[in-house]
């Protein structure tokens, strides 16, 4: 009986530090914070039309309540996503700001920056 013993390699599993990107290095630069200019930063988002989606739903004020409406408008760490990104048009980009703030506020979508 030839028992093949393995012997155990450790598995590649590289651990990724979740580090988010550098802290401040400018007092106020912005007051949305320092711009994330990482490299290959294209298309994490798929490119949607560039219209406005609440112009072409007719949607005037946006509930804040509606997760699902929101949701696509935020980032995955609970950042706002850029009107650039989404299409939205600015007037909407504000409502939206407003709902998204409102959301957070009851816990809805989460904050950017957790503790
Ligand atoms: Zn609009």
């Known amino acids: ?24 290095s400018g007092p106020g630069s912005g007051p949305r914070g320092p711009r994330p200019s990482g490299p290959g930063g294209r298309g994490k988002f798929f490119r949607r039309k560039k219209v406005c989606k609440f112009c072409t739903e007719k949607i005037d004020a946006i509930p804040y309540r509606d997760v699902r409406l929101l949701q696509p408008f935020v980032a995955e760490r609970g950042k706002i996503v850029p009107r650039r990104l989404t299409g939205v048009c600015t007037t909407h980009q504000r409502r939206l700001t ?5 959301a957070r506020n009851i816990a809805l979508l989460p904050f950017a920056t957790r503790h």
């Open 1 to 24: 009986m030839a028992e093949e013993n393995q012997a155990r390699s450790p598995e590649a599993g590289a651990p990724a530090p979740h580090s988010g990107p550098g802290q401040g």
């Open 98 to 102: 407003r709902a998204i703030k409102q």
